[in-house]
């Protein structure tokens, strides 16, 4: 198997890999990097600040499935297409999370009363590039799993 290995913001290894699966066939973690027309979707997060949207997947539920679910209870919006781009496995202090990374192109944000545990949709033109240092930006896009899956999805001619 080939995979990048490197620190995160909190001083866990983590290993990436493009390929189909490699660190599990029913990972319990999603992660969703959304485009809607010309511009980046995210959400923010009271507490860790603005990331991708993403979270656990639910009994009886795949991860595909956790993957739309999630982006439309934190932005209210639509995923159009969902592509399978990687997985990332974390070994942190309280265990090990592994997470499938997916491109989710957008069709629709429909605003919503509630968003679960954050504050709704934020979008925006370009992700900043000094996102490290940025304390408006959570943890989870301060490592290098967000900058090499933008590098994918180009690769790929997502978008
Ligand atoms: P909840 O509060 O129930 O959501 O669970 P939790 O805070 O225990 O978080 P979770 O199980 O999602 O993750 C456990 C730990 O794994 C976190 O504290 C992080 O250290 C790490 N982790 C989770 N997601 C990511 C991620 O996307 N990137 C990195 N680098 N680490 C992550």
């Given at each position: 198997m080939s995979y990048l290995s490197f620190i995160d913001f909190y001083k866990n290894e983590v290993k990436l890999s493009f390929e189909d699966h490699p660190f599990s066939k029913t990972p319990k973690h999603v992660w969703v990097i959304c485009r809607f027309r010309n511009q980046w979707l995210l959400t923010e997060h009271?507490?860790?600040?603005i990331e991708f949207p993403g979270g656990k997947v639910e009994k009886g539920e795949t991860a595909d499935e956790a993957a739309v679910r999630e982006v439309h209870e934190e932005t209210g919006a639509h995923v159009k297409h969902l592509s399978y781009i990687g997985q990332y496995k974390v070994e942190g202090k309280g265990g090990t999370i592994i997470k499938n990374i997916y491109y989710a192109e957008i069709k629709e944000i429909i605003p919503r009363e509630s968003y679960f545990e954050t504050k709704g949709p934020v979008l925006m033109d370009d992700l900043p590039a000094?996102?490290?240092?940025?304390?408006?930006?959570?943890?989870?896009?301060?490592?290098?799993v967000l900058r090499e899956s933008i590098r994918k999805i180009k690769q790929t001619n997502l978008f």
């Open positions: 009271p507490r860790r600040g000094n996102l490290k240092d940025n304390n408006r930006y959570s943890f989870m896009m301060k490592d290098n």
